[in-house]
């Protein structure tokens, strides 16, 4: 059964027919901040999650970094920054806070630095001789036993990631997904992981930028991403290593969210490599998409980013009980969005807390015995397919009606298995 606010969503989105507002939709959370816009490598974009659509004992969990990659962009191809420390993290509880990390440490080899190329001749293999710029990557996971005592273990080690998609004389006849599955990994406690390029899955209309602007807009055709999939058992990241059975309860509820952390101190050596000392500093956040890029106002984004779920409602609470969005779209586009009520939107509130768990900007799935894929719909966790665009348009404007910004599918089809969003498309394609 679906719970109660994906129940509220249907129901406002079948309340009328889909009113099309072309560019009246963002790009979840691509260069949403001012700071973050000059770190692309450190960038979250968009996160998922639902429950496997082959096993409804496992969960599955996308987080996407650097955002709108063309696909051509050589010769240094992109790739997971070996400076940031990219995680996601686990709330099991409902209190917001952070009980599982999944943390991932990327590293690159070059094999031979007398040369421009990414790669010396075709690749048939994710371990060919041919590549010259590999990245591989640790994996660990942090939690607190059944005792209270935090646990640390590394996962996965020396794990390859999947190379970027070249091109066609790279990889001749359409081999590149067949080498890009090779970078599928187990890990040691039999979670599936899999890092490496893919297409932009966030389907959208990108001419909200130009003031709202309406009809003939760009979209996330065409475009790359850097995407982590990870696919794990349910009963390894629940709530005292069991999975709840009550679909009511606080702890039936997993709350997601992916970040990206940097060096707090970096020194330039000159010609030699940097340093980096002191730690590191989350600067990048992610969770239910479009919040940061279109409630958060500029002058907050980036302590948006630096922030923690838990401290979302006292740092940024009226933004969310006063939403922005709904006057732009009436005064730009008529829209017709209903006018905030006294007291604020509450009901955007409820939306953030399921099963009266803290109010955050968290990513909620239901994870309760019973619950599989057909149970997931955008707020309940997020399938790729999810056109979360239009279902948040439709709560913020709060008319009675459906509304959309015309983009409904993504440009390629998704897969029913590892890693699940589409191959990334070719940089240069015959």
């Known amino acids: 059964m679906k719970t109660q606010h994906t129940i509220l969503l249907s129901a406002l989105c079948s309340a009328a027919a889909l009113v099309a507002l072309p560019g009246s939709a963002s790009a979840s959370s691509h260069r949403e901040a001012p700071a973050i816009a000059e770190d692309q490598f450190a960038d979250n974009t968009d996160v998922y999650t639902f429950i496997s659509p082959s096993n409804p004992d496992r969960l599955v969990m996308v987080a996407n970094y650097v955002p709108l990659l063309i696909p051509s962009s050589g010769p240094n191809f992109y790739r997971f920054s070996d400076n940031v420390r990219y995680e996601f993290r686990l709330d099991n509880n409902g209190d917001a806070l952070t009980d599982v990390t999944y943390h991932f440490a990327f590293h690159t080899q070059v094999k031979n630095g007398g040369t421009f190329l990414y790669n010396v001749g075709p690749v048939d293999g994710i371990n060919s001789p041919n590549?010259?710029?590999?990245?591989?990557?640790?994996?660990?996971?942090?939690?607190?036993?059944?005792?209270?005592?935090?646990?640390?273990?590394?996962?996965?080690?020396?794990?390859?990631?999947?190379?970027?998609?070249?091109?066609?004389?790279?990889?001749?006849?359409?081999?590149?997904?067949?080498?890009?599955?090779?970078?599928?990994?187990?890990?040691?406690?039999?979670?599936?992981?899999?890092?490496?390029?893919?297409?932009?899955?966030?389907?959208?209309?990108?001419?909200?930028?130009?003031?709202?602007?309406?009809?003939?807009?760009?979209?996330?055709?065409?475009?790359?991403?850097?995407?982590?999939?990870?696919?794990?058992?349910?009963?390894?990241?629940?709530?005292?290593?069991?999975?709840?059975?009550?679909?009511?309860?606080?702890?039936?509820?997993?709350?997601?969210?992916?970040?990206?952390?940097?060096?707090?101190?970096?020194?330039?050596?000159?010609?030699?490599?940097?340093?980096?000392?002191?730690?590191?500093?989350?600067?990048?956040?992610?969770?239910?998409?479009?919040?940061?890029?279109?409630?958060?106002?500029?002058?907050?984004?980036?302590?948006?980013?630096?922030?923690?779920?838990?401290?979302?409602?006292?740092?940024?609470?009226?933004?969310?009980?006063?939403?922005?969005?709904?006057?732009?779209?009436?005064?730009?586009?008529?829209?017709?969005?209903?006018?905030?009520?006294?007291?604020?939107?509450?009901?955007?509130?409820?939306?953030?807390?399921?099963?009266?768990?803290?109010?955050?900007?968290l990513l909620r799935i239901n994870i309760a015995q019973g619950q599989t894929y057909d149970n997931v719909a955008f707020p309940n966790g997020r399938t790729l397919e999810d056109d979360v665009t239009d279902t948040l348009l439709t709560v913020l404007c709060n008319n009675g009606g459906a509304l959309g910004d015309g983009v409904d599918a993504n440009d390629l089809p998704f897969s029913d298995a590892m890693p699940y969003l589409a191959s990334p498309h070719s940089g240069n394609p015959l």
Request: glycine share 10%; proline share 7%; aromatic share 6%.
């Open 131 to 361: 590549l010259n710029v590999v990245q591989t990557y640790d994996l660990y996971m942090a939690y607190q036993d059944k005792t209270g005592k935090k646990m640390i273990e590394q996962i996965v080690t020396g794990a390859p990631v999947a190379p970027w998609n070249v091109g066609d004389r790279t990889f001749p006849n359409d081999s590149y997904e067949a080498v890009a599955q090779q970078a599928i990994t187990t890990a040691t406690d039999g979670s599936t992981v899999f890092a490496g390029p893919r297409d932009e899955p966030f389907f959208v209309d990108l001419h909200v930028f130009d003031l709202l602007g309406v009809g003939g807009a760009p979209t996330t055709d065409g475009v790359n991403v850097m995407s982590l999939v990870l696919e794990v058992p349910i009963d390894r990241i629940a709530a005292g290593g069991t999975r709840p059975a009550d679909a009511t309860s606080k702890n039936a509820i997993m709350g997601v969210w992916a970040r990206a952390l940097r060096p707090i101190v970096t020194i330039r050596n000159g010609n030699k490599d940097d340093s980096n000392y002191g730690g590191f500093q989350q600067v990048s956040r992610l969770a239910i998409p479009l919040v940061n890029e279109a409630v958060i106002p500029l002058q907050d984004k980036n302590a948006f980013n630096r922030g923690a779920p838990v401290d979302d409602v006292a740092a940024f609470g009226s933004y969310i009980l006063n939403p922005e969005l709904p006057g732009l779209l009436n005064a730009v586009l008529g829209a017709g969005c209903a006018p905030t009520p006294q007291g604020g939107r509450t009901d955007i509130v409820g939306i953030l807390s399921p099963n009266g768990t803290t109010a955050a900007d």
